[in-house]
């Protein structure tokens, strides 16, 4: 198979680019060696596109070292506050006018400075746009210390929660959140980090219809926007009716929804749609 593709590069005539998408789901060491070999031979006017959820064990290190290596990982595509304010903005969408906030996670070792010790253990800060530098930016601190209003596109006031989630590989791991909400009586740092942890519910139930449900790498089947559209609503209406029946039963067995296995449930309910007797 790798030999075909190779020959197939290589009389290419103008440049390719080849695009892998899903390669976490590649687990065979053999078949990353021979994806490795591909990607150490590719032609000069050859390109290629890999996309994972996780990191994969391919040997690139010469690619790397000759600068031919672009990695784009999640930090990378996360937005920043400002970037986020500006999206919205050319999207006329005014945070303070819709009462929307943000939440999100940094580094860890990220240095913003304490400008309060809150009740709650969070602490005020300000996020400084990285153009402002030397005795602007030293003003700018200065001027969020007092709670003096900061223009927007040079600062914004913000509230950080730090907090440790223990036994993640042995060792405590230190989580740090960033939000817009700077009054802990709207929103105390114990909620806040609880509802940070239900952000996972978003992220599988995205997976629960890329993933298990239409499978990986399957691209849809219809051919045209109004069959799309029907097709992409049938996915949907599954869905929900799977997510139904993972509540129903375990609000029966008296347990969390979260620990019933959403594909150990479709392949209950694909076994069930085979049979004869199986009323829809």
Same mark, same amino acid.
């Given at each position: ?37 591909? $990607?150490?031979? +590719?032609?000069?006017? %050859?390109?290629?596109?890999? /996309?994972?959820?996780? !990191? *994969? =064990?391919?040997? $690139?290190?010469? +690619?790397?070292?000759? %600068?031919?290596?672009?990695? /784009?990982?999640?930090? !990378? *595509? =996360? ?13 006329? /969408?005014?945070?303070? !006018? ?183």
């Amino acid at each position: 198979m790798v030999d075909r593709v190779r020959s197939d590069l290589a009389e290419a005539r103008g440049g390719i680019t080849l695009v892998i998408e899903d390669l976490h789901e590649l687990n065979s060491p053999e078949a990353l060696a021979q994806l490795t070999g591909l $990607l150490n031979s +590719l032609p000069p006017d %050859g390109h290629a596109i890999l /996309i994972a959820r996780r !990191d *994969l =064990r391919l040997r $690139l290190h010469r +690619l790397r070292l000759a %600068g031919e290596v672009a990695e /784009i990982r999640a930090a !990378d *595509l =996360r937005f920043s506050e400002f970037e986020t304010r500006e999206l919205l903005r050319s999207s006329a /969408i005014a945070l303070s !006018d819709t009462g929307a906030a943000l939440l999100w996670r940094v580094k860890s070792y990220l240095l913003l400075p304490a400008l309060e010790l809150l009740p709650d253990g969070s602490y005020r800060s300000v996020l400084v746009n990285p153009k402002v530098k030397g005795g602007a930016r030293r003003q700018l601190i200065e001027a969020a210390r007092a709670g003096e209003a900061l223009e927007e596109d040079k600062g914004a006031h913000v509230r950080v929660i730090e907090y440790e989630v223990p036994d993640r590989d042995g060792d405590g791991e230190l989580i740090a959140l960033v939000t817009t909400i700077t009054d802990p009586g709207e929103a105390p740092a114990a909620a806040l980090a609880s509802a940070y942890h239900q952000r996972w519910e978003h992220e599988t139930a995205n997976a629960q219809l890329k993933i298990f449900l239409r499978g990986p790498g399957r691209i849809l089947r219809s051919q045209s926007p109004d069959m799309i559209k029907q097709e992409l609503w049938g996915y949907l209406l599954t869905h929900f009716a799977i997510s139904a029946l993972i509540c129903a039963a375990a609000t029966e067995a008296g347990i969390d929804p979260d620990r019933v296995k959403p594909t150990r449930t479709i392949r209950a309910v694909r076994r069930r749609v085979a049979d004869p007797a199986f009323s829809p």
